[in-house]
Each structure stands twice: as structure tokens, then as C-alpha cells.
């Protein structure tokens, strides 16, 4: 901390201390400095800042407190915190301003550092394998909400009803329960509590819980919230690590740990007894040499070993080592080296040092990592270890110029077992899927899950072409296939397989993957139950529907995209009773799109809302325009995307489009597809549709007879029109069942009240079924191809010309 004064708002130079010289590293003059000396250590932003603040201090009287940073002549920057304040004169004018700097550079690290910790924190917490739990006021558990797989024991905590200490736990944690339910009864927060509970059956879970109380505005206790996990599996790992650790220490106690020397003067190495007896080696046979010993090693650990040894000689420091090693009896022993320079009048004359078996310690290690890094329901690979031995495999593959393959296998109809026999039946399946990938596969091969009803295959064999890579394939999907019977009933599965070469299908585990599950949805697309290998192509394809996504998501920000309309004919006058509104757009590279190309895209990337908002609101406008013009009054239809009402408030959008228009909303015909009714109740659905029948707009329903076609959607639901789908008019001229078919929708609808559309005719001919049939209105080429805006009214006063010169012909017929 150190000092400085001005005397004067228009000083140059200010008084510092010595120690803020020492701090800022000048040198002064009876203790004065310039002032712009010492801003040039500040860094600039923090240089403005006190330059603003000095002046107020002067101007106004505000004294201050700022954080601020400099930078040392060694380029490192301290962060500080300094101090203003005003002294005044009898007047009340400033006189003199001092205040002191105080370095912070400790106390910001500190904080900085404990928020990074912090953040690692709750990155940890957001990607752990634990569940939340609740409590009420009383200290009940409340019930899990979904449902988790465990023993007895696990479902009384995930039953709830009762509080911690009301459970059956182990008696030998009476005492911390104690503890923790007077924590709980005083409102203090807890973290790692951990106790066992006991179930009906016998099972034993052990669970580590954290939880802090939970209060109303009021002040109020409410409960508690936290978080808890299984560590039943960690903590009899633990368990078994401790215990070998203790083994091991009492084994160093009694002196079962090897020795041996090098001296670089003889070049020879000593081993003590104990060594020899610790690796089985015969003292009288086995003369421990750098050669002898080396073949033993295992990998590279005899190669490591010399550098370590080198740089204990170069840098006179001790280090350690772990290394694996055969025993004389063919197993694998792990070894803790440590080497340190033997120094003798200032002069490195060997090496010292020990080698301890830690074979157990290690292999409990290992089982640790296993836990973390497995699946704990089908004890295959998890994501974690799959990620990384794939980036291994690809670096092996680029290293060593071979080949291997991934396949992802996704299973077919999984979700349905799930639905109809429970997840306990989901999860029995998984495990029998896990061991038919491994009798089939073998246990060398590489096989994870990764989530869900997907696995993961890495396929060694290099050599492997598409054809064999495709018949492993179909021989999994085989194995796969075909029903299963499971403890809650049989159930009926498949599977769909992506597959990626490696490396030339990615180079990195991202790309891998990437390509490997877009060869799986080409196989889906495909129709399932089949293998399908990486083409460059499919990648294309995606960069081609996102790059179409962002040229349309652009036509749709500058206002890119046209409405065409086609006429909608009445047959009982020859009339165009209005016309439908369809989007087309130009793409600037590609010229016209199709609506069945972009329309899809637009539907996956949200993109749908805001295209059907500008086609209804173009419409309306358009409707204006032509009866603006002394254009007959002629109805206006627009289809209608699910998304479009789910996603917005489509009844105020309506509204607000048909007030800003002025288009009358009885001339305005909303068209909706039977997907409307996919994952939304009837309710629901019946209070939207009420709503905008309400404000005037016909409503009608598109495409009938292409998917559901339920009639009870037509007598419960306000459609005032129904739009038969064009596989019912194609071809009725020659085809008795489909007029007897569309003969009794129509009488049907006009029974309801409902005027029917025909859309699709191409023919003269079905045209004149039509009319037969007492259809109210005709859509299609026949007539008229959508058409632009400025042409609709002349082809409408067109068809309207001819029909009046053939309507004598047809009433006589």
C-alpha cells in the first residue's frame, strides 16, 4: 500500500510515497513524480478511468474508490485498488486531493481463480450421472417423478413419503444420521452425506447426497432441494483400494520393497535381495544388467526408463516412474520407480533408488476407470471411452497406414418395446442386444453404447472391402432382428446400420461419427433393416439443404419469394368461385425451386412460420388489390402449417394480417392437413379452429383422405369445406370404385353442410365425373396451372368465357 497528494487541480507532478514509488519502480525527486509518469504504468483503459475520476475528485468533490491495472517494467500486470479524496478549505472548495494504492493482485487471482473453480464446478454438476430429489417442510422425500431402474433398496428413497431418517439405513450410520437430521432440522445446507440403506429384500445401496433449504419470499422454510448419487459400485471399489493400499504400506513396513544402485564409475547395476525376490528372478542365476532386464519390459517402458535415469544425472533431481514389467511367471506387474542421484563431494557418482509392486493398487486403479468409463447396464464402452478410442484408432490408422471401419446400429422399433412393456423391458433388451454383439463379434472387438437404443462397432481387418464391411453388417442386423422374448412378453426389434471408413471417412472423431450417422439415416430413409456405407454424396446433400436453408431463410428477409394462385372452379355455374395461394421461389443460383423440395426444409428449420405468415399476408393484400380493382368478389384459400399455430398465436396473426389488409375474412379460406391433429389433443384443437371461424375466416380441410381421414374430425370440428386429395380424382373417368368411393365423400360432406373441392383434375373427362357426382368446386391443370397475380383475373374471365359456351352441352347431357 502507498500514499500520494496533489496540491493542485492544474499540477503536473503529485507527491508519492516511498513505497508506492518502490510499487511503480520510479524514482523521484524529494518524493515528486509528473502525473502523466505515472499513468503511463496504467493500462489504458484503466488509465482513462482514474483520469475521469481525478478530475470529478477536483471539479466536484466525489471522492473515489476505482480498480485499476498496471503493467511492471518485467510486462507483468498487477491489478490494484485506488483511493481518492477531496480535502476541503474553509469555503468548501477542494484544496488538496490524496488518497492511497493498494495492491490486489493476490486478493483478484484468488477470486479469479475461485470462479473458474466454480464454473468447473457446475460444469461438473450439469454432466453428472445423478438425480435430483425434493423435500417438503416436514423433511419428506417427495416421489421421483420418472422412473429409475435399482434394487429395493434405490426405490425407497425414489418412492418418497418419508424423511431420510425414517428409511431403513445401516445401523452402523446411526450416529452420522443423527448429525445430519439435526443439519436438516436446523436448515443447514449439507454436501457429501453419504449412508446405506437397507431394502426388504436385503439390497444395499450407498448413496452420497448434498442439499441446501429452500425459503419463500416470506422467509418461510419450504424444503430442500439437492442432489444425490449411487456410489455403491465406487464405494466398494474404494473399499478394495484402501484395503490394498494399507497392504502395501504394511508390506513397505516390513521391508518388501526392492532396492537397487548404479555407479557410473563401474557401470554396474546392484539389485538387493528383496528385488530379486519381487520381480522372481534367481540372485545366483540372473545378473541384472541393462540387457537382461530389457526384454522383460513391456512396450516402451524400458526406453523411458533410461531417459528418466539421464535426467536424474542431468538434473540432480529425484523423479518417479510407473512401468510394467513380466514377472518370471508371464503375468504383468505394475512397478513404482523412483531414481535419485547418488552425489558424493558435489559429484554425480550413480544412481539410487527403489521399485515397489503396485500391481494391486493399480489394477484397482484400472477397475475405476472401468466404472467410469463403461456403460453400467449393458457393461459395454460408454460415449466418454468410445470418443476417445476412436480418435486413437483414426491416429493409429493415419500413423500406421491401415484402415478400420465405424458402425453406428440404431435399433428399429425400440421405443414401441418401451411404450407397450415398460422400460424395465427396454433395458432387459439392451443387455441381450450387448451380448449378442459380443458372441457375435468376440471379446477383442470394440463395442460401445452410446446412448439410448444406439451401439457403436469398431471393425478391425483393414483389408475389409464395402462388400465384407456390408456383409458384417448384415450379419449384426440379422443377429439383431426378429422377436425376442423378454420377461414382460415378446417383443418385436431390428436394427440400421451407418458405416464409415476410417480414416478416409473422417479424420477426426467428429467427422467420423458425423458421417457414420448420416450413412444411418440414409439407411432409414431407405426403409430400415439395412446397412448402409458413407457416400461423399450424403455430405453434400446436407451442405445442400443448409445452404438452401440460408438462401431461403435470406428470400424470406428481403421479401424474395412470389404467391402464385390457381382457380378454383364452381361447376354448378362455370364461375372461379377464388383461388388458392401457392409459394414459389427462385433460388438467384438455381432458378425456380419446388414447393417439395424447399417446403420440407422450411418445416425442419422453423422457417414455416414465417413463410406462412407472408403468404397470408400477401394473399390478403392481393385479395384487396383485385377488389379494389372491380374485380368480382372471389375467395382467397391458404394452406396452414401445424407449426404455424402451435408456435405463434395464429388467431392474433390473422386478425392482425385481415385489419391491416382490409380483405373481408368471409373471402379468406384457411387450409389445414390432417397432421394438425398429430400429438395435439381434440380439445385443443376444437378451441383454435372455433376461434378462427369465429372472426369469419372459412376453414377447410385439406388433403382429406391422404392420412387419417377420420370422420369424427368432420362432425366435431367447425370445417366449413373439404378438399378431396387428388389420388381420388386421378383416373375416375375409368375407374367405377373410385367414383362410387368420392361419390359417397361428397354426399357425406353435403350431409354435414360442408362445400367439397376436388383437386388434381387434368381431364375434361373427370371434370365431367365430377359434376356428376354433385362436386361443388374443381382445382387443377384442367382449368389453369398456378398463375402469377397479375395474370389470375384474365385467366379466370377465360375459363369463365368457355364454360359458358359448353354449359348448354352439359345440361344436356
Request: net charge negative.
Amino acid at each position: 500500500m502507498g500514499y500520494w497528494e496533489s496540491q493542485s487541480a492544474a499540477a503536473s507532478y503529485l507527491w508519492i510515497s516511498p513505497e508506492l514509488a518502490a510499487y511503480y519502480e520510479f524514482e523521484t525527486v524529494d518524493g515528486f513524480i509528473p502525473i502523466a509518469t505515472v499513468r503511463e504504468r496504467y493500462l489504458p483503459e484503466s488509465r482513462k478511468l482514474l483520469e475521469t475520476h481525478y478530475a470529478a475528485c477536483w471539479a466536484e468533490g466525489k471522492p473515489y474508490a476505482v480498480q485499476t491495472r498496471l503493467r511492471r517494467s518485467d510486462g507483468r500486470v498487477l491489478d490494484c485498488v485506488e483511493h481518492g479524496e477531496p480535502e476541503f478549505d474553509a469555503s468548501g472548495q477542494v484544496r488538496r486531493v490524496s488518497g492511497i494504492v493498494r495492491d490486489v493482485t493476490e486478493e483478484t487471482s484468488a477470486l479469479r481463480r475461485l470462479a473458474e473453480s466454480e464454473q468447473r464446478l457446475a460444469d461438473f454438476v450439469s454432466t453428472a450421472s445423478d438425480w435430483c430429489w425434493e423435500s417438503d417442510a416436514a423433511h419428506r422425500l417427495l416421489p421421483y417423478p420418472k422412473s429409475l431402474a435399482g434394487n429395493a433398496a434405490f426405490q425407497t428413497v425414489a418412492a418418497g413419503g418419508k424423511a431420510r431418517w425414517e428409511l431403513a439405513y445401516a445401523p452402523e450410520d446411526a450416529e452420522a444420521m443423527a448429525r445430519h437430521r439435526a443439519d436438516m432440522e436446523a436448515h443447514r445446507s449439507f454436501r457429501d452425506f453419504i449412508y446405506t440403506l437397507i431394502g426388504q429384500d436385503g439390497s444395499r445401496i450407498s448413496i452420497c447426497t448434498s442439499g441446501k433449504p429452500i425459503f419463500a419470499d416470506d422467509g418461510s422454510f419450504l424444503g430442500y432441494r439437492g442432489t444425490s448419487s449411487d456410489i455403491t459400485q465406487l464405494r466398494a471399489a474404494k473399499a478394495l483400494l484402501d484395503q490394498r493400499t494399507r497392504a502395501l504400506e504394511e508390506a513397505h513396513q516390513l521391508g518388501k520393497i526392492g532396492t537397487w544402485s548404479y555407479r557410473l564409475d563401474i557401470g554396474r547395476t546392484v539389485w538387493a535381495p528383496e528385488l530379486f525376490q519381487l520381480l522372481g528372478f534367481d540372485p545366483d542365476a540372473f545378473e541384472p544388467t541393462y540387457k537382461n532386464i530389457k526384454p522383460y519390459f513391456l512396450g516402451d517402458d524400458a526406453d523411458r526408463l533410461g531417459e528418466v535415469q539421464k535426467r536424474v544425472l542431468r538434473t540432480r533431481r529425484t523423479e518417479a516412474t510407473d512401468l510394467r514389467i513380466l514377472h518370471t511367471d508371464g503375468t504383468a506387474r505394475d512397478l513404482a520407480v523412483i531414481c535419485k542421484a547418488e552425489v558424493a563431494h558435489d559429484k554425480v557418482i550413480g544412481i539410487i533408488g527403489t521399485v515397489q509392486d503396485v500391481t494391486e493398487r493399480k489394477e484397482a486403479e484400472r477397475q475405476l476407470e472401468q466404472l467410469a468409463y463403461s456403460d453400467p447396464l449393458t457393461g459395454l464402452a460408454n460415449r466418454a471411452l468410445f470418443k476417445r478410442q476412436l480418435a486413437a484408432q483414426i491416429e493409429s490408422c493415419a500413423r500406421d497406414g491401415r484402415g478400420s471401419a465405424l458402425l453406428l446400429i440404431d435399433l428399429d422399433r425400440f421405443k414401441e418395446v418401451n411404450d407397450s412393456l415398460g422400460h424395465a423391458a427396454g433395458d432387459e433388451l439392451l443387455i441381450r442386444v450387448a451380448a449378442a454383439l459380443r458372441q457375435d463379434l468376440g471379446p477383442r472387438a470394440f463395442i460401445a453404447r452410446l446412448g439410448g437404443d444406439e451401439f457403436a462397432v469398431l471393425a478391425e481387418g483393414s483389408g475389409m472391402s464395402d462388400a465384407a464391411l456390408t456383409e458384417l453388417a448384415d450379419r449384426l442386423i440379422a443377429r439383431l432382428s426378429g422377436p425376442v422374448d423378454l420377461t414382460e412378453g415378446e417383443a418385436f426389434v431390428g436394427a440400421t446400420i451407418g458405416i464409415a471408413r476410417l480414416p478416409e471417412h473422417g479424420a477426426t472423431a467428429e467427422t467420423a461419427v458425423r458421417n457414420a450417422d448420416l450413412a444411418l439415416y440414409m439407411a432409414k430413409e431407405a426403409g430400415r433393416g439395412r446397412a448402409q456405407p458413407f457416400e461423399p454424396v450424403y455430405a453434400q446433400a446436407v451442405d445442400q439443404r443448409l445452404d438452401l436453408a440460408r438462401h431461403l431463410r435470406h428470400a424470406v428477409e428481403t421479401g424474395a419469394l412470389e404467391a402464385y394462385y390457381q382457380p378454383q372452379v364452381d361447376l354448378r355455374n362455370g364461375r372461379v368461385a377464388g383461388f388458392e395461394a401457392l409459394l414459389r421461389w427462385t433460388h438467384p443460383e438455381r432458378g425456380p425451386i419446388s414447393p417439395a423440395e424447399f417446403i420440407p426444409i422450411a418445416e425442419s428449420s422453423g422457417l414455416i412460420v414465417d413463410l406462412g405468415l407472408w403468404v397470408l399476408r400477401e394473399a390478403c393484400r392481393q385479395g384487396r388489390a383485385w377488389l379494389d380493382a372491380g374485380l368480382p368478389r372471389r375467395s382467397v384459400s391458404v394452406n396452414v402449417s401445424p407449426a404455424q399455430i402451435w408456435s405463434v398465436d395464429f388467431e392474433a396473426a390473422v386478425s392482425a394480417v385481415l385489419a391491416e389488409t382490409g380483405f373481408p375474412p368471409e373471402l379468406l379460406c384457411l387450409e389445414l392437413t390432417e397432421s394438425l391433429f398429430v400429438d395435439h389433443t381434440e380439445q385443443r384443437i376444437n378451441r383454435t379452429l372455433t376461434a378462427l371461424s369465429a372472426l369469419g375466416a372459412r376453414l377447410a380441410l385439406d388433403d382429406f383422405g391422404s392420412g387419417y381421414s377420420s370422420l369424427g374430425y368432420l362432425t366435431r370440428l367447425p370445417f366449413d369445406r373439404l378438399k378431396v386429395d387428388r389420388a381420388f380424382v386421378d383416373g375416375i373417368s375409368t375407374a367405377p370404385e373410385k367414383r362410387k368411393l368420392l361419390g359417397g365423400i361428397i354426399a357425406l360432406s353435403h350431409g354435414l353442410g360442408m362445400t367439397v373441392v376436388a383437386e388434381g383434375a387434368e381431364l375434361p373427362a373427370e371434370v365431367d365425373v365430377l359434376g356428376g357426382l354433385d362436386c361443388d368446386l374443381v382445382q387443377g391443370f384442367v382449368f389453369s396451372q398456378p398463375i402469377a397475380a397479375d395474370d389470375a383475373p384474365l385467366v379466370a374471365t377465360r375459363i369463365e368465357r368457355v364454360a359458358s359456351r359448353i354449359e348448354p352441352k352439359r345440361n344436356r347431357l
